[in-house]
Every structure is written in C-alpha cells, then in structure tokens.
C-alpha cells in the first residue's frame, strides 16, 4: 500500500516561489508516474503536473508551464514540485498522487491515480 505525505505548503506573495515535497512510503515510485494535482475552493480538483517513471519526461497543465517544475529522486522515494512566479489563482491545496498505469500525458485519467497524500495549502496573496 503506497502512502504519501505532503509538506512546504504555506502563504506567499505573488510573485513568489514555494518548493512542495512529497514523500513515498510503502512501495518504491520508481513504479508509478507521480502527479501533483491541486483543488481550489469550490472548484474541482484539477492537474498540474506529472513526472515518468524515471523523470525523464514531465506534462504540466497549461496553466503552470513555464512557472512550475516537477522532479522526482526514486532513490529517497521523493518527489518535488517548485513552484515559481506564483499567482492568486495559484490559491488550492495541493496533492501528490501516484500511478501505477502505463498511459502518459494527455492519456493520463486523474482516475489512474489511485494513491494519494492529505494535501497540502498554498495561499498566494495579492
């Protein structure tokens, strides 16, 4: 049973750079693809970003490219995700999630990852 916990979330002007780690237990996520999803109130969950196997590839949302970077080290069983030139609409809790299916990028389901962590709040502020 694979579990996971997030951590670095908190308040930050916009503008500002937050790092989020995710820490894997109980299965190596050398097996998985690991995403970072987030949910903002009232609003459905939504992707942000996801990292292969290996993290040799990564997909991000439209809305985070070029601002955001997902990395992974499988051998602490971590994943990372920094976040850069962060925004209001930035504003959600943030999840780490894990995939045991072999579907990548935009064949990726948010269904498809089945594991996840308690979540972690990201407040940008104007």
């Known amino acids: 049973q694979v579990q996971l916990v997030e951590s670095g979330g908190g308040l930050v002007q916009a503008g500002g750079s937050l790092s989020l780690s995710c820490v894997v237990s109980?299965?190596?996520?050398?097996?998985?693809?690991m995403g970072w999803f987030r949910q903002a109130p009232g609003k459905e969950r939504e992707f942000v970003a996801a990292?292969?196997?290996?993290?040799?590839?990564?997909y991000y949302a439209d809305s985070v490219k070029g601002r955001f970077t997902i990395s992974r080290d499988n051998a602490k069983n971590k994943v990372y995700l920094q976040m850069n030139s962060l925004k209001p609409e930035d504003t959600a809790v943030y999840y780490c999630?894990?995939?045991?299916?072999?579907?990548?990028?935009?064949?990726?389901?948010?269904?498809?990852?089945?594991?996840w962590g308690q979540g972690t709040q990201v407040t940008v502020s104007s």
């Open positions: 999630a894990a995939n045991p299916y072999r579907a990548w990028g935009p064949a990726m389901k948010e269904a498809d990852f089945g594991s």
């Open positions: 109980g299965r190596t996520i050398s097996s998985y693809i």
């Open positions: 990292s292969s196997w290996s993290g040799g590839s990564t």
